[in-house]
């Protein structure tokens, strides 16, 4: 991908008429490799068929839902999803969040904002990718996280999966490693300046991160939360 307009988009929605508008209001905005689908199974033979880089997924469809799709395609490999859905409920969103997800859109929503989301997602999502190549790797113990691949490397060498949203918040953490980075300040290098309201799934992520980067998830040695302020990645000890 040499940039986020290449990137391949899987559209799931059961309304043919929103996603006829979706694609073509991505196609204008200069996005040309969009796959889409208006049911569960479609949509697993979509992915399997080409590997999306970016999902948009409908919570209600017709064979299933979209939180169970997303768990099912989101096993297969790790790629970045957008939730659309006309449940607004705090619980929904936050679930969804929860999951895994990168964004949640309520509709009905304006063309412009959905636009916005995607390019903030795919931006965030492959930065390593589209700026940095496959060198940016973070040491923490016997564990090293690879950004480019989006994953962190056990002393067993077995990998665990990073989803994007997590890569997004190691990769600011990461550059300003050592020091604090306050809660507004990770939430909008992560969703924006438009971040307003995702403090508790950032929590959330920060959380399912530490399972992933610390020997004793309970007891974080590297990912650590600076009360009342923010969080930091602790350097490693100097000899």
């Not at 899987?10 to 204008?28: K, Q, S, Y």
């Not at 697993?44 to 299933?64: C, K, S, T, V, Y």
């Not at 412009?112 to 940095?132: D, F, G, K, N, T």
């Not at 090293?144 to 994007?164: G, Y």
Request: aromatic letters at 8%.
């Amino acid at each position: 991908m040499q940039t986020i307009y290449d990137a391949k988009l899987l559209l799931v929605d059961d309304t043919p008429e929103l996603l006829n508008l979706l694609c073509e209001h991505l196609r204008a905005a200069g996005y040309h490799a969009i796959a889409m689908a208006g049911n569960c199974a479609a949509a697993r033979e979509a992915f399997a068929q080409r590997r999306p880089e970016l999902m948009i997924l409908d919570i209600n469809l017709p064979d299933g839902d979209g939180f169970a799709l997303f768990r099912q395609l989101r096993a297969q490999a790790d790629v970045p999803a957008l939730f659309l859905s006309a449940r607004d409920a705090d619980a929904d969103r936050l679930f969804g969040l929860g999951l895994g997800a990168d964004d949640y859109l309520t509709k009905p929503f304006l063309m412009q904002e959905l636009l916005l989301r995607v390019q903030h997602i795919l931006q965030r999502a492959y930065r390593s990718e589209l700026q940095c190549g496959r060198s940016n790797v973070l040491q923490l113990g016997e564990r090293t996280v690879e950004l480019a691949d989006a994953q962190v490397r056990l002393p067993d060498k077995s990998t665990l999966p990073l989803t994007a949203t997590e890569r997004a918040i190691l990769q600011k953490l990461g550059e300003n490693r050592g020091h604090i980075i306050t809660y507004d300040a990770l939430c909008e290098a992560v969703w924006g300046q438009d971040y307003y309201g995702y403090e508790n799934s950032l929590n959330v992520h920060i959380r399912h991160l530490r399972e992933k980067l610390e020997e004793t998830p309970g007891k974080p040695r590297w990912l650590l939360t600076v009360r009342g302020i923010g969080y930091k990645l602790a350097g490693e000890a100097r000899p």
